[in-house]
């Protein structure tokens, strides 16, 4: 006893302690309470059970001589106030029946006092109960998940609980779960709205005095479930969410339940979870080991789940809050556990640095594999801004430790080249140089070449990728030919290199890679998946579609071992083997494959996003070949308008939906408004490329086509000519989309009579495509009748 | 109630009739300025000192200006805070005697352990007043009223080294207090 009340002169312990809170509550001190006996509305008063922040509790009796019943009463002294509105919403809530909550049987105001009479629950607090019954952690989290159900039972009836805390659920004698109070706060009114709820367990936004909505009682759910986690049950107030106070629970486990926790208890509403029932979901999953949405494939997981619900810009500050949670989470969990387990002095060196990596991993697995657009492609270009925080303060926190903070920047520069924003991305990797410049270690300078090389790639300054990507590949020799950093160099080289040429050079390359990645990383390995992706996409670049088909093929079985089904690389491979499968005229196939990809797609990214679009593109495409023009012209158009709604005008997306529609309209002889389109799309793509960008190239030879089967043949000359100018000065010598941009102006010259001029168009054309196409191939036959004339 | 700055002279100069009017009068405004501190910002950010100096400034506005000193407010605040407390923390525990099995709420455990704990520590103090009655008074500042050293050394007008002391050797004082009063 004397030690404790010798605490008491430690700085804060008093007068931040519990009894000078309630003195400031003022409880004690003006309870005068009603004398036994009082009448309230049909109900008399038997004696106070006890006292809250809202109010007194009695026990009271109904005594009409009609029946008896026994009730709490709980009464609340109000100045002022609606009484009206009191009264509407009283009923409503009397109507509420859930076995799990509180009846509110009848309430009223007498003198100035707000009373309300509820079902008398005998029961103890649930925290109580959970310390006393020795629960165990998923018995808790169960006991929780009812007191969710009967939360959400409300929602769904637009009601809120505003003041759950322990002393507001009970569990009674059967062992049921009991809400009390459902409600009252909000009858209470918003004047003394300091009282009406328990200041230590309100939410943000009760504490700021603002609406409050169902995210509000998800806040003190969460609270809620931290209490019930303690492994201590005397602390009174709902106390700091801090893991290390829980019972024992698994690191991993722990993380999770963590992630659940923080993402219900976010600041900001608009992070927390959908909803009650989503929160409830989510523990539902916990205890079923199944993945947890806030935290399940890592963060990035839990980052893409957020984006689903907020498909576009909107998002930027939810996720942002999440993000750094993510990281806050990551690091405090992660510290703590080593600081606890590193004793010796070398041994905490090591720890040190192995800490450092798994960061950094978090930071590339997590983090990164979101922000890489293969993998989401709707992502929000606003992370970029807190990837930029982390940046900055990156070079003070980690001054002093340059090889840690070179990995990190790294990293962070890798995230940026996937959100697209590549000055910042150039930035980091210049800021990791500086870093690194006086550290003699080869493995971060491999790194660094390797993803500054894959950053130039995406910028098109190939022959640099190159450059960088060929010093990587030159260090990670000395790791041998077997290290993961070595194949990776390896693939993105022979990647960049087929960038550059368009050569087949890449594909045996890649293929000879294969079965090294395959031997040293396993069948399943994400580089293995990668690498086979890629080669798809070459072997159908150069109209190998019937081996990229192949290739594509075995990407989806391992992709779909490794990742699932329901996958965001899965189900872009899908989509792409749907292309490989119309290119090859199996439409059946390919219209099947479509619609389960875009089904999956939609899944995981929402709808309408760039991803499910661009499956309903490839849909519409495959209707189109399939003969059903009608409707695939009209997915086409509701692709273009919820592109351009999602985009804007001035995106990729929206002029290849231009180009497609353009493609369909043709086919049914509307050349005017294909003509249109085109020429939308051309403006586009004006904006967005320089002048001799294959894409723009192509646009232009199209849109000759069109003009030329509109019979505006002067118009169609002038476009076909330049797309040639272009092609000839900026695609490689073997592009076939050179051949295609000479067949087109052949075709033009013919039709305006310039016979010889169309022949040595054809030549040029076939010498390009011959490369490309086998000599029945369609469009050499008919390059071949041009030259004959 | 009379005018605060004379309720103040008279309770220093020995009248408990005006020192209880002191207590009354600051518990008013320290309900009134905590209702609307907590009610702003939550428990977790609310400051104690903040809110003694807050009450200050609204009695020191109220009265003439000059006649009450601000620095001596302080120390009579924290010995009005420490009345406060402690009536507190007996009506408290008699509530808790009389009113039998109550279902309790949230703080209610925590508050009634540090009721107790009050009542023992305000009777060491006590006994320390016979020691040395500046310990008691840096003990108030430092312990009821949240002050600083510095703040302490000023409101007791000593030097901050003596505050320092003082306080250091009140806290040996009552521990040796409160060891022999759960031995005996």
Redesign the interface.
């Known amino acids: 006893m004397s030690s404790r009340a010798l605490q008491l002169l430690e700085p804060g312990r008093l007068l931040g302690g519990a009894l000078f809170q309630s003195l400031l509550a003022g409880q004690a001190s003006e309870d005068d309470g009603l004398a036994p006996g009082t009448r309230l509305g049909v109900f008399s008063i038997v004696r106070k059970i006890g006292a809250g922040g809202m109010g007194v509790v009695y026990l009271a009796e109904r005594d009409d001589g009609q029946y008896q019943q026994q009730v709490a009463i709980k009464c609340v002294s109000q100045s002022g106030g609606d009484s009206s509105l009191f009264r509407r919403e009283r009923q409503i809530l009397a109507q509420m029946r859930h076995p799990h909550i509180a009846r509110l049987i009848d309430g009223g105001e007498t003198a100035g006092t707000l009373w309300f009479a509820m079902e008398l629950i005998e029961g103890v607090r649930i925290d109580e109960h959970a310390h006393s019954a020795a629960l165990s952690v998923a018995a808790r989290v169960r006991r929780l998940l009812e007191v969710c159900d009967a939360i959400s039972f409300a929602h769904e009836r637009l009601l809120l609980h505003r003041d759950l805390k322990p002393a507001n659920v009970l569990i009674d004698s059967d062992g049921r779960v009991k809400l009390l109070d459902f409600g009252i706060a909000a009858l209470v009114g918003d004047a003394e709205a300091s009282r009406a709820y328990s200041p230590a367990w309100a939410s943000p936004e009760q504490r700021a005095g603002e609406d409050v909505g169902p995210a509000s009682d998800q806040y003190q759910l969460g609270l809620l479930l931290n209490v019930l986690l303690r492994a201590d049950s005397r602390s009174a107030g709902p106390g700091e969410i801090d893991p290390q106070l829980w019972l024992a629970i698994p690191a991993a486990r722990r993380a999770e339940l963590m992630a659940i926790l923080l993402r219900a208890t976010a600041a900001v509403a608009s992070d927390r979870y959908s909803s009650v029932a989503a929160f409830r979901d989510d523990l539902l999953a916990w205890l079923a080991h199944r993945p947890v949405a806030a935290f399940a494939g890592g963060w990035a997981y839990a980052l893409r789940t957020l984006l689903r619900r907020y498909p576009f810009a909107s998002s930027a500050a939810a996720m942002g809050s999440l993000l750094l949670l993510a990281i806050v989470v990551f690091f405090s969990l992660r510290l703590k556990d080593e600081r606890d387990r590193a004793q010796a002095e070398a041994e905490r060196a090591t720890r040190a640095a192995e800490t450092a990596t798994s960061i950094s991993r978090f930071l590339q697995d997590d983090v990164f594999a979101f922000a890489d657009p293969n993998t989401s492609q709707d992502v929000d270009f606003k992370v970029g801004a807190l990837l930029k925080r982390a940046e900055a303060s990156l070079g003070t926190r980690l001054a002093d430790r340059p090889a840690i903070a070179a990995e990190l920047l790294i990293t962070i520069g890798r995230s940026q080249r996937g959100l697209g924003d590549f000055d910042a991305a150039q930035r980091s990797f210049a800021a990791a140089k500086v870093r690194l410049e006086n550290l003699a270690d080869a493995n971060l300078q491999l790194q660094w070449h390797l993803w500054h090389g894959e950053l130039l790639l995406a910028r098109s300054q190939t022959a640099d990728a190159i450059d960088d990507l060929q010093q990587a590949l030159a260090i990670a020799q000395t790791l041998g030919e077997t290290h993961p950093l070595y194949l990776e160099a390896a693939v993105r080289l022979a990647v960049a290199r087929f960038d550059q040429t368009q050569g087949a050079a890449a594909v045996s390359e890649l293929s000879a890679l294969l079965p090294k990645i395959e031997a040293a990383l396993g069948q399943d390995a994400p580089l293995t998946i990668f690498a086979l992706n890629r080669l798809a996409i070459i072997l159908n670049s150069v109209e190998r579609v019937t081996e990229a088909e192949t290739v594509r093929s075995e990407h989806l079985l391992r992709a779909e071992r490794a990742y699932g089904a329901e996958h965001s690389t899965t189900l872009t491979g899908r989509l792409n083997r749907a292309v490989l499968l119309r290119k090859l005229g199996r439409l059946d196939e390919a219209a099947t494959e479509a619609a389960s990809a875009s089904a999956g797609l939609r899944k995981v990214f929402g709808h309408p996003s760039i991803a499910s679009l661009h499956a309903q593109n490839v849909e519409s495409n495959i209707l189109r070949d399939l003969g059903q023009l009608d409707a695939a012209i009209a997915l086409q158009e509701q692709t273009l308008a919820a592109r351009i709604e999602l985009l804007g005008e001035v995106h990729d997306d929206v002029a290849f939906s231009l180009t497609n529609l353009a493609g369909s309209l043709a086919v049914q002889s509307r050349y005017g408004e294909a003509s249109v389109h085109l020429q939308r799309a051309l403006a586009i793509r004006a904006q967005l490329y320089p002048a001799d960008h294959v894409d723009l190239i192509t646009n232009l030879s199209t849109l000759a086509d069109v003009e030329r089967l509109h019979g505006r043949l002067a118009i169609a000359e002038a476009y076909a000519s330049d797309a040639v100018a272009r092609a000839t000065r900026g695609l490689a010598a073997d592009r076939p989309e050179r051949g295609n941009a000479w067949y087109r102006y052949a075709q033009v010259l013919q039709a305006t009579g310039k016979a010889e001029a169309a022949k040595s168009a054809a030549e040029s054309a076939r010498a390009v495509l011959i490369r490309h196409y086998p000599p029945s191939h369609p469009r050499i036959v008919a390059i071949d009748a041009l030259r004959r004339g | 109630m009379g005018d605060i700055t004379v309720l103040l002279q008279r309770a220093r100069d020995g009248d408990q009739g005006a020192w209880d009017d002191v207590v009354a009068l600051i518990y008013h405004d ?2 009134h300025i ?3 501190v ?7 950010t609310f400051n ?2 903040g809110l003694v100096h807050d009450c200050y400034l609204r009695l020191s506005k109220a009265g003439p200006t000059g006649v009450l000193n601000r620095d001596h407010f302080l120390a009579l605040a924290a010995r009005a805070m420490r009345q ?2 402690l ?3 007996r ?2 525990l008699a ?1 808790k005697r009389g ?1 039998g099995a ?10 009634n ?6 009542i ?2 305000d009777q ?1 103090l006590r006994q320390l007043a016979g020691v040395d009655e500046r310990m008691v008074q840096v ?1 108030e500042c ?3 009223a ?1 002050l600083s050293e510095a703040e302490t050394a000023a409101a007791l007008e000593m030097p901050l080294r003596s505050s320092q002391r003082l306080y250091a050797a009140a ?1 040996e004082q ?2 040796q207090i ?2 022999d ?2 031995s005996s």
């Open positions: 320290l309900k905590a209702r609307r907590i009610g702003r910002s939550g428990s977790a104690p000192t406060l407390m009536n507190h923390a009506d408290r509530a009113g109550e279902h309790t709420e949230g703080n209610e455990i925590e508050a352990a540090q009721a107790e704990d009050l023992e520590l060491a003990v430092r312990v009821f949240g806290r009552l521990a409160l060891t009063a759960k």
